[in-house]
């Protein structure tokens, strides 16, 4: 099993902030994908990221791919209260690009 | 809604019971696949379906877990004598196809949450 290091697990921070949520591992992937969980809800994609070094932005959100295909960063800009959620990343690996292996997340709270 | 359909939502067995849970995929897919999210940890694949084939099971354990995606009517998810441990949210997911590139987008239900007592 190829194992998805999530940091940090929680994080607080208040409306206009920014921050960056990280998602890191020893093992390369084909290809890695960033969803966003609410409470009692089925995870929802926010953006795949394919080639080392890619860089993909979703309005307020910039998604990073690492060189290596390691690793990988969500950076979220002037952060609002309805980004409130589980971040979840998941990396698929060779051609079985279905059996995802997912992080256990960062939950991160946006306070008015 | 046109989105995965799982039922139940919320399933509480007592141990040695059986579990049976239900997806229906996006309409237009089919390809089925099941995850399990146990408490404190991370979302983990256990079996890929297209109609009447299993593609991959190398997620599922071993005994009393079985999946199946008849020609007609939903995926089914089955628990055979369930144990505590088997506690967890059991996500359904569809897609229209994979791509050999692996960037195919997977379309989760709400997941159903079974309770073990």
């Known amino acids: 099993t190829q194992l998805l290091e999530q940091s940090p697990q929680f994080l607080s921070i208040q409306e206009g902030e920014n921050l960056t949520v990280y998602c890191n591992s020893s093992s390369v992937f084909s290809s890695l994908q960033w969803y966003r969980q609410e409470p009692g809800e089925g995870p929802v994609l926010l953006v795949t990221v394919v080639t080392g070094g890619e860089v993909k932005k979703l309005k307020r959100l910039t998604f990073q791919f690492g060189d290596a295909r390691k690793d990988s960063s969500l950076h979220i800009t002037a952060a609002q209260p309805g980004d409130t959620g589980l971040y979840l990343c998941a990396g698929a690996a060779g051609n079985s690009g279905y059996a995802l292996n997912f992080g256990k997340g960062t939950s991160l709270l946006v306070t008015p | 809604n046109a989105g995965v359909m799982q039922n139940p939502r919320h399933l509480v067995r007592r141990r040695g019971q059986e579990a049976r849970l239900r997806c229906s995929p996006m309409?237009?897919?089919?390809?089925v696949y099941w995850y399990r999210q146990l408490p404190e940890e991370g979302l983990k694949f256990m079996v890929y379906l297209q109609k009447e084939n299993i593609i991959d099971e190398s997620g599922m354990p071993k005994e009393r877990f079985s999946a199946e995606f008849p020609k007609e009517g939903p995926s089914i998810l089955r628990i055979q004598q369930v144990v505590r441990g088997d506690s967890a949210a059991y996500f359904c997911?569809?897609?229209?196809?994979?791509?050999?590139?692996?960037?195919?987008?997977?379309?989760f239900g709400e997941g159903s949450r079974l309770t073990v007592l």
């Open positions: 997911a569809s897609s229209p196809y994979f791509e050999h590139s692996n960037t195919g987008e997977l379309f």
């Open positions: 309409k237009g897919h089919s390809h």
